[in-house]
């Protein structure tokens, strides 16, 4: 297994996050930020994808927009989806 990235207290929180509101059987701390959400990494689809949002508009008080061009790199990483959260919640 490689070296798991030390995780911010962000990242730890979304994390957390994705795992409750997934269901995931992954403890949050074995999430490796830099690894890919979709496909290999965690592997989780479109549906994950809605549910996540979901999740991230309701503790963070903003829209995760599917038809939003930017998804992919948003969604790329729990470190890039922690970067969009910190710079769009609200409160």
Not at 11 to 16: D, P, Y
Not at 18 to 38: H, T, Y
Not at 63 to 77: C, K
């Given at each position: ?6 995780m911010t ?17 992954v403890?949050p701390?074995e999430?490796?930020?830099e690894a890919?959400?979709f496909?290999e990494?965690?592997?989780l689809d479109s549906i ?12 963070y008080g903003?829209?995760l ?9 948003i ?11 910190e ?5």
């Amino acid at each position: 297994m490689a070296s798991i990235t030390a995780m911010t207290a962000l990242e730890a929180e979304v994390a957390e996050l994705i795992v409750s509101a997934l269901q995931l059987e992954v403890a949050p701390a074995e999430i490796d930020p830099e690894a890919p959400l979709f496909g290999e990494g965690l592997g989780l689809d479109s549906i994950d994808a809605l549910e996540m949002a979901l999740a991230v508009s309701r503790k963070y008080g903003f829209q995760l927009r599917s038809d939003d061009e930017r998804n992919g790199r948003i969604f790329a990483s729990l470190r890039s989806l922690s970067a969009h959260i910190e710079k769009n919640r609200v409160g």
